[in-house]
């Protein structure tokens, strides 16, 4: 004998949905605060921007279309070639040292302390303004009154122009940064080590793997995602700096700091060449958006070996 189940009454479906758009109804009020400030200061002035790089506009008379012109202006601009290879070399300084000095501090967090006071040490750096930052350096590694220099002098090593150097001030730019942000960026992994299951290292530790092994053959593996995302994260960030920049060599010695974003400031806010700013800006932002997609598909950031 078969039992067939009684369709829901029409007033049990218009409940259903009255409850449905209730609920809509409440999701869009609490998402609406966000999204009209997401369309009035991001969305909006991004798209007048790309509106903007077909122009020739100054603030000074209207906007004239030019088509292409600053595009094919920039292609043949020699600065924008050396800003955009400065930026590059400060990236992968930048990069480099910040993700393995914060993955060694991230392991030694997971593996040895989890203390909270720990914790809030290593992120102290990264609660402080980059301005700040960047004054402090910049007073520490002056090269005659500095601290810093005062102490290599003290080891007969010499003093250093750190900020003054051709060679020495991207290093010295990427290093202050190190600094501050590598206790955010330990955290970051560490809250990914945190989701590695104990029983792992257990069962490693067991079979007679050492601690130098369990790194690589369960830590690297499992925390590949986590890690791929900082990795993003982090590159887009770099390729954004301009506040030390600014507030130490403002783009010198002869452009040998002027990163992508300074020169984006310097035409936009120095010589109110908005155009052509707005032209370089789109090309920073293709170029992103293509590097992250990119390191996506050669991470595999949305994949786990957990699941």
């Known amino acids: ?106 392991v030694l967090m997971h593996r040895l302390t989890q203390s909270m006071l720990v914790r809030g040490i290593i992120l102290a750096p990264y609660l402080i303004a980059n301005v700040v930052v960047a004054l402090v350096w910049f007073w520490i590694l002056d090269y005659q009154i500095g601290i810093g220099n ?12 750190f900020f003054g150097d051709q060679n020495l001030a991207i290093p010295t730019i990427a290093m202050v940064n190190v600094w501050r942000y590598l206790g955010y960026t330990a955290l970051l992994l560490f809250a990914g080590l945190q989701t590695i299951p104990k029983e792992l290292y257990e069962a490693a530790a067991i079979d007679g793997a050492s601690e130098w ?22 590159i887009i960030g770099s390729f954004q700096t301009f506040d030390t920049v600014a507030v130490t060599t403002q783009g010198g010695p002869v452009n040998a700091t002027r990163v992508i974003y300074y020169y984006i400031y310097d035409l936009a806010f120095n010589r109110y060449d908005f155009g052509y700013a707005s032209a370089m800006s789109v090309a920073l932002f293709v170029l992103l958006a293509g590097v992250s997609l990119l390191q996506l598909r050669m991470t595999r950031a949305n994949q786990s070996d957990l699941s």
Request: hydrophobic share 55%.
């Open 1 to 106: 004998m078969t039992h067939t189940v009684a369709p829901p009454s029409v007033a049990a479906r218009g409940s259903r949905r009255f409850a449905m758009r209730r609920e809509t109804r409440a999701a869009l009020l609490f998402v609406a605060p966000a999204a009209l400030g997401f369309s009035v200061f991001t969305l909006l002035p991004a798209i007048r921007g790309v509106y903007y790089s077909f122009t020739d506009f100054d603030v000074f008379q209207p906007a004239k279309l030019i088509g292409t012109g600053n595009y094919e202006r920039l292609f043949a601009d020699a600065v924008f070639w050396n800003a955009l290879k400065v930026t590059l070399e400060y990236v992968v300084i930048n990069i480099g040292f910040q993700t393995v000095f914060a993955l060694g501090v991230a």
């Open 150 to 161: 005062e102490f290599l002098a003290w080891l007969g090593v010499g003093r250093q122009p």
């Open 213 to 234: 092994k369990m790194f690589w053959r369960v830590t690297m593996p499992l925390l590949r995602p986590v890690l791929a995302l900082v990795l993003i994260v982090s």
